[in-house]
């Protein structure tokens, strides 16, 4: 090997020992602020029922839909923004800090996890609807919390 390829080798993988502590670093900031939030979250971790939502209410939250554009294209909450759940980090800058946020997707799996994404990633606004848009539906949409605390059914 001549000088130069020895010297290109070893610049090559100083930057690839560079690289790898570098995001090693990264994991364990990331692994912290997840710790972090995990001691100190509340039991519910965000999440809400429709039926907790009073009707005024629906209108001063930023809603979210986590399923991807076919779904929310079939159908979605009135008022709702798409934006598929693996993509919520990257458009997070689009997403407000100062106003309640509420995030959905058919049942409340996709959207727990875009939810706890934002969460560790500092959005402490942030709430999962409960079963989704099915159980939204099911329990009456906008309505779901007047009949709620309508008369009981025995």
């Known amino acids: ?3 130069r390829t020895l010297c290109l080798v070893a610049a090559t993988a100083c930057s690839l020992l560079l690289t790898t502590a570098a995001c090693a670093d990264n994991k364990a900031i990331v692994t912290d602020e997840m710790e972090a939030y995990l001691e100190f979250v509340d039991y519910g971790g965000g999440v809400i029922f429709a039926e907790q939502i009073p009707k005024d209410e629906w209108p001063k939250m930023m809603l979210i839909d986590a399923r991807d554009s076919a779904q929310f294209a079939k159908g979605h909450i009135p008022g ?3 934006m598929d759940w693996r993509q919520v980090l990257a458009k997070r800058n689009t997403i407000p800090k100062n106003k309640p ?4 997707c058919n049942t409340g799996s996709l959207s727990a996890q875009a939810g706890f ?3 560790v990633a500092g959005w402490d606004n942030v709430r999962i609807l409960q079963g ?3 159980e ?3 329990k009456g949409g906008f309505d779901a919390a007047a009949k709620a605390a309508g008369p009981a059914k025995h």
Do not use: C, F, H, S
């Open 132 to 134: 989704g848009m099915e």
């Open 80 to 82: 709702a923004v798409n």
């Open 101 to 104: 946020v509420l995030i959905y």
């Open 1 to 3: 090997m001549t000088v």
């Open 117 to 119: 994404a934002l969460r």
């Open 136 to 138: 939204w539906k099911a």
